[in-house]
């Protein structure tokens, strides 16, 4: 009886422990990225903010990171501001050369942090 007992708890443990990984997935966001805003600040300063500082364009005014505009432009997710950082667009340069894909999504994260804050 204690071996039916551990084949039921076994796969019953397994199944809570993949129900809340995705609860995780689908509800929770990603937390390494929501955690390393510092990391992805850090990663703005170096590669982004000689053109776009304090969320700004030097090089082509209307192509700024506010909110407003990078939702007018399609940019208003990580997803998508990873995407031109990745693969750049236009004056924009690539950094797929550059940074990891998991420093793309943390400096996406961060861009859309801050202009959603206002860039403050």
Request: proline content about 3%; hydrophobic content about 40%; glycine content about 10%.
């Amino acid at each position: 009886m204690g071996d039916r007992a551990t084949q039921f708890i076994q796969p019953l443990w397994l199944k809570v422990a993949l129900l809340g990984c995705l609860i995780l997935l689908c509800f929770g966001g990603t937390p390494a990225l929501a955690a390393d805003l510092p990391a992805g600040s850090k990663l703005f300063e170096i590669h982004c903010a000689g053109c776009h500082i304090n969320g700004g364009n030097i090089v082509r005014r209307g192509k700024n990171l506010k909110l407003k505009t990078l939702e007018k432009n399609g940019y208003g997710t990580v997803e998508a501001i990873a995407e031109i950082v990745t693969n750049g667009k236009a004056n924009m340069s690539a950094y797929r050369d550059r940074l990891t894909p998991e420093q793309i999504e943390t400096v996406s994260a961060y861009v859309l942090e801050q202009a959603n804050q206002g860039w403050k």
